[in-house]
């Protein structure tokens, strides 16, 4: 069964960083690409960066590109989201899962597998 834990949230200052963790569990080969998203109060939940696990490509949503990094431990079966120079925008719920299909969760942003739980980042003066 396929598992996401995110942790390494929290509550930081504009201009802060911050690193997330999603341990994942039960991931099979037939799934090719892992996926963060957030969702902020009152909105929906939207993609913000995307790795493809056969060869390692990143994808990142225009808001995050050149302030967020994804990279994934095969050894660990872990994935992090790297967060600098953090904006209010930023802060939401952020969550891992995973997809099959490269296209559908890397450019359209949409998952058809399961989710984890969510971890709270607030980015606040």
């Known amino acids: 069964q396929l598992q996401f834990v995110e942790s390494g949230g929290g509550l930081v200052q504009p201009g802060a960083s911050l690193r997330l963790s999603c341990a994942v569990s039960?991931?099979?080969?037939?799934?090719?690409?892992i996926a963060w998203f957030r969702q902020a109060p009152g909105k929906e939940r939207e993609g913000v960066s995307c790795?493809?696990?056969?060869?390692?490509?990143?994808y990142y949503a225009a808001s995050v590109k050149g302030r967020f990094t994804i990279a994934r431990d095969n050894a660990e079966n872990t994935v992090y989201l790297q967060m600098n120079s953090l904006k209010p925008e930023d802060t939401g719920v952020y969550y891992c899962t995973a997809d099959k299909q490269i296209y559908r969760l890397c450019s359209r942003w949409t998952s058809l597998g399961s989710w984890g739980q969510g971890t709270q980042v607030t980015v606040s003066s």
């Open positions: 790795v493809v696990t056969d060869d390692g490509s990143t």
């Open positions: 039960g991931l099979t080969s037939e799934y090719h690409a």
